[in-house]
């Protein structure tokens, strides 16, 4: 066992190229869990991009630790309003969404043009769940991954549409 716990960075390097992960459920530590497997994959000198959505404007003192992790992981957030998506009044949830569609098209391009090893989806799965994204559009999403890509999304929900696209499916629920 090392400083990681049972883990290795090995499991980074082990883990199938092209894989698509979804991390879901209703407790707590999906987007924890995800920025874990980032983790791994920049020990394992492998380049990962997070992008995150739905959360607000990333905080100051979270965005000076996660700097740190470049250039080997870089995060990513397009949310002008601060505080959750769910908690925003009607008007700031219209301008939101225009961010929120900008983020999941630069998702996209990463995607498209394989500009890293992992990309991590943080709270991706919302945008279906808000109307932001159909399913169509994010099923259209998945077809067009590079083939050599580890994508990891997190949500509260899997939408049954992705299913048939997805790797491993990881549930998270709070026992207490």
């Given at each position: 066992?090392n400083?990681?716990?049972?883990g290795?960075?090995?499991?980074?390097q082990?883990?199938?190229?092209?894989?698509?992960?979804?991390?879901?459920?209703?407790?707590?530590?999906?987007?924890?869990?995800?920025?874990?497997?980032?983790?791994?994959?920049?020990l394992?000198?492998?380049?990962?991009i997070?992008?995150?959505?739905?959360?607000?404007?990333?905080?100051?003192?979270?965005?000076?630790?996660?700097?740190?992790?470049?250039?080997?992981?870089?995060?990513?957030?397009?949310?002008?309003?601060?505080?959750?998506?769910?908690?925003?009044?009607?008007?700031?949830?219209?301008?939101?969404?225009?961010?929120?569609?900008?983020?999941?098209?630069?998702?996209?391009?990463?995607?498209?043009t394989?500009?890293?090893?992992?990309?991590?989806?943080?709270?991706?799965?919302?945008?279906?769940?808000?109307?932001?994204?159909?399913?169509?559009?994010?099923?259209?999403?998945?077809?067009?991954?590079?083939?050599?890509?580890?994508?990891?999304?997190?949500?509260?929900?899997?939408?049954?549409?992705?299913?048939?696209?997805?790797d491993?499916?990881?549930?998270?629920?709070?026992?207490?």
């Open positions: 066992m400083y990681l716990g049972r290795t960075k090995n499991e980074m082990n883990m199938k190229k092209g894989t698509v992960h979804v991390i879901c459920g209703p407790g707590k530590g999906k987007s924890a869990s995800a920025v874990g497997y980032g983790v791994l994959g920049a394992s000198d492998k380049k990962v997070v992008v995150q959505f739905l959360k607000g404007m990333i905080e100051e003192d979270d965005v000076e630790i996660l700097k740190r992790l470049e250039p080997e992981m870089k995060v990513f957030s397009f949310a002008r309003s601060h505080g959750l998506f769910e908690d925003l009044p009607e008007d700031q949830k219209k301008e939101e969404i225009f961010n929120l569609k900008n983020a999941f098209n630069f998702a996209r391009k990463v995607m498209v394989g500009e890293c090893d992992t990309l991590i989806l943080d709270e991706v799965l919302g945008l279906v769940d808000w109307n932001v994204i159909s399913v169509e559009d994010f099923i259209h999403f998945l077809e067009n991954k590079d083939s050599e890509m580890n994508l990891i999304m997190t949500g509260h929900t899997c939408p049954d549409g992705i299913r048939p696209y997805v491993y499916i990881s549930y998270i629920e709070n026992l207490k």
